[in-house]
């Protein structure tokens, strides 16, 4: 028995613009989040009552923005990949792959550490902050931040300055830019949470750029679904 030849045809599914965004919201949202994490905790000696009503108010308003910048932060991560195409490298692309995800692991456990500090120090705060679970959770919670998550940072920031300037996808001067960042996220001994801010600050940089080369793309008298060429030179 034969079957007819069936032809199957559909539209390739290309990249939202609106997806160019998604690295300036994550941004936006990771510092905010980070930023109010930060000052919620405090540095010395407070009163119970003072911490309770205000410290962990923020930090439920920070755990309650640090799922969304996640989501973003993978689009953003879609976004990048959308821009390598066919220049993709299976080896970098596996390291830019694993320490992205490792990076929004790390940075969603010490979220939930700050979580649950702040639900311990609601339970009983006139014993809670001298405790010693209370000083485990607070060093748990910054090693993550300030150590493995910014390591991880720096290895998704350095392997993607070298995709970018051996194919010339990026601009060199924002190659050297991504470098430089890598090398302070990699290299930083510095325990604030403050210094979490610069990954944040990078990928802010690479998403306005995205941007703009998006909306020049599809400006009027170009083409849609325009293949942009590597970009060599500056």
């Known amino acids: 028995m034969t079957h007819p030849h069936i032809t199957l045809t559909g ?39 003072v911490w309770l009503e205000k410290g962990s108010r923020l930090i ?94 720096g290895v998704f920031v350095i392997s993607l300055g070298t995709i970018w300037l051996r194919t010339g996808l990026m601009p060199r001067w924002l190659s050297f830019i991504t470098f430089l960042f890598a090398l302070i996220l990699l290299l930083s001994t510095t325990l604030s949470l403050w210094m979490v801010l610069v990954f944040p600050t990078w990928v802010l940089i690479i998403s306005v750029y995205i941007l703009i080369i998006n909306l020049r793309s599809h400006a009027p008298g170009v083409a849609d679904g325009m293949t942009i060429s590597p970009a060599g030179e500056d």
């Open 11 to 49: 539209k390739r599914l290309t990249t939202p613009r609106a997806a160019s965004m998604a690295g300036i919201l994550f941004a936006i949202l990771f510092s905010a989040s980070v930023a109010l994490i930060r000052l919620s905790l405090p540095t010395g000696p407070i009163d119970n009552e």
């Open 60 to 153: 439920k308003l920070a755990l309650s923005l640090m799922p969304f910048a996640g989501i973003a932060f993978l689009w953003f991560v879609g976004v990048v990949r959308d821009r390598l195409g066919a220049f993709e490298d299976q080896f970098f692309s596996t390291i830019f792959y694993g320490s992205g995800l490792l990076f929004l692991a790390m940075i969603f456990a010490a979220s939930a550490i700050a979580g649950a500090i702040a639900t311990g120090y609601s339970a009983n705060p006139a014993e809670f902050a001298s405790s010693e679970v209370y000083q485990f959770g607070r060093a748990t919670m910054s090693q993550f931040f300030t150590i493995y998550a910014l390591r991880m940072a």
